[in-house]
């Protein structure tokens, strides 16, 4: 084997790229005078396998190329399953809470707007900025993931591709909005999914796997990291879910309840049995002697193409650019529908957030090529998002109807100072304890440190958030005896019937639902 010709491997890049532009752009033009409210979102449109494919599309971007076949090598078997499955089954959170948010604020197509209505103005800039720094950080890892494939693939240089990938998905994006990703990324979920089976099917029908290699690596035997993330993975992911505004746009573009169910059920199975194949790439490395168990695991999927026909390796080239074009334009889509949700409240014109959202791609490309680690780049957002959904979600039942803003602010950033503490008193150095907060040492250090900061996020957190509660009402109820008012702080608030069934359409849900007005303090 060898990897494909220069000439070769630029047209099946380009090619594929340009087919990608010309459908965008061409469905763009046919719905250039869509409004605007269906250009950020398109609540209540979709039914079930569109859905589906839509889910997997943006669920995987080229990345996983990188991080699932080196969980493989370092924590074998059981890190293989375990990542697939806290990868794949965090999605199910999305079809049970999408249709009681949606009913609570039934005009939402992004979290931050129940959010806004909930906890107030100030706790939903925060989510909003969190949000944004969430896409921003994955847009990072994405370019950076397809840049580092194609230069492993074939030998050219990265940055006319990840250049390319830019231009195609922003142009497209741009153009035509939340629908243009929705189509586009069906397609490319259902590419996705063919080439994945034929790739599969190529390695394990010319990869030659030597037995004795199967007991001598340990891949097969249980570790240190393979417990803890048993812990670490599901929290990690099912809270960084919250803030990615391309999911959220997705379930709230269901028709009804069970095309999200049907379609998030059937984008789960897909999911977790794709991550689990690509993940086992790095234990048939080993086994085949294409890598040893001390080799960096992250270029195991790699290594073992090598031993592959060359055209198995345009496959994969094409999958490769679905997987990432996909991902990319579904964060790009969800940037424009946040940034002009929770910033600008939908009254800025939205070609000023197209403009903006194009600037924001140049940062993006410079830190793309400087990316040290692309599971790290996880790992940071994880922890944000760790400290706050917990706080956040409380609001969620209206028997904490208490809950308020302000013990969500405070707990949000309560959470990763108790990380940074936590760090400081394990390692027993300040400077190590910042640098837990980055978790620059990654999930695979051998020691308590990761996993003591995926504790240390949520459960510190919720004990900021409920000092702030302490001390908030503690300042209201001196400000009330001060004043000679009477002591509300804990009196139920005041519901307002909404009727929405202009919103909801027909459907079998209910039409008339109650709004709560949330306060911040």
Do not use: H
Not at 284 to 308: H, K, P
Not at 317 to 337: G, R
Not at 472 to 497: C, E, H, I, M
Request: glycine residues 10%; aromatic residues 10%; hydrophobic residues 55%.
């Amino acid at each position: 084997m060898g990897q494909p010709s220069f000439e070769a491997s630029n047209a099946i890049i380009y090619l594929t790229y340009g087919a990608f532009l010309l459908l965008g752009t061409g469905l763009a033009w046919k719905m250039r005078n869509q409004p605007k409210a269906e250009f950020l979102a398109g609540n209540r449109t979709q039914t079930a396998i569109p859905l589906a494919l839509n889910f997997i599309a943006a669920a995987m971007g080229s990345g996983i190329l990188f991080s699932y076949p080196q969980l493989g090598v370092l924590a074998g078997v059981q890190g293989v399953v375990v990542y697939a499955i806290a990868s794949a089954c965090p999605l199910l959170i999305f079809a049970a809470l999408a249709p009681i948010i949606r009913r609570k604020c039934p005009e939402g197509f992004v979290l931050t707007e129940w959010t806004r209505q909930r906890y107030g103005v100030v706790t939903a800039l925060y989510l909003g900025a969190l949000t944004l720094l969430t896409l921003f950080l994955y847009m990072v890892a994405e370019l950076s993931a397809i840049g580092q494939v194609i230069e492993a693939l074939t030998g050219l240089d990265g940055l006319p591709v990840i250049i390319v990938e830019c231009v195609v998905t922003t142009v497209y994006t741009s153009l035509g909005g939340f629908k243009i990703s929705f189509i586009t990324d069906n397609v490319q979920g259902a590419m996705i999914c063919c080439l994945i089976i034929i790739a599969t099917i190529t390695i394990g029908a010319k990869t030659e796997i030597k037995t004795e290699l199967i007991a001598e690596s340990g891949l097969l035997n249980s570790s240190l990291v393979g417990w803890q993330l048993v812990y670490i993975l599901p929290v990690a992911v099912l809270t960084n879910d919250f803030f990615l505004a391309n999911y959220w746009l997705r379930a709230f573009a269901s028709k009804t309840d069970k095309d999200l169910w049907v379609g998030v059920s059937v984008a789960m199975v897909v999911i977790l049995v794709v991550l689990a194949l690509v993940g086992c790439t790095g234990l048939i490395a080993v086994w085949s002697g294409a890598l040893g168990t001390e080799d960096d695991g992250s270029v195991a999927f790699f290594l073992l193409l090598e031993q592959l026909p060359n055209w198995v390796v345009g496959i994969v080239i094409v999958m490769s650019v679905c997987l990432s074009t996909a991902a990319f334009d579904s964060l790009q889509s969800a940037m424009v529908s946040s940034a002009s949700n929770d910033i600008c409240r939908n009254r800025l014109n939205i070609w000023w957030i197209r403009a903006a959202v194009v600037l924001v791609i140049f940062p993006v490309v410079v830190l793309a090529l400087k990316a040290p680690s692309i599971l790290q780049i996880y790992l940071i957002s994880d922890l944000l998002s760790a400290a706050t959904i917990p706080v956040l979600m409380i609001g969620l039942s209206e028997r904490f109807y208490w809950w308020r803003g302000f013990e969500v602010l405070v707990g949000g950033l309560g959470g990763i100072l108790t990380v940074f503490i936590f760090g400081t008193i394990y390692y027993g150095d300040a400077q190590l304890g910042g640098e837990l907060i980055l978790l620059e040492q990654g999930l695979y250090t051998g020691d308590w440190g990761a996993f003591g900061a995926f504790v240390a996020a949520p459960v510190g957190g919720l004990l900021w958030g409920f000092a702030a509660l302490a001390l908030r009402l503690a300042v209201q109820l001196v400000q009330s005896k001060v004043r000679g008012t009477r002591f509300d702080a804990l009196d139920y608030p005041v519901a307002t019937p909404v009727d929405d069934s202009s919103v909801l359409g027909d459907t079998s849900d209910e039409a008339t639902t109650t709004k709560i007005v949330g306060k911040f303090f």
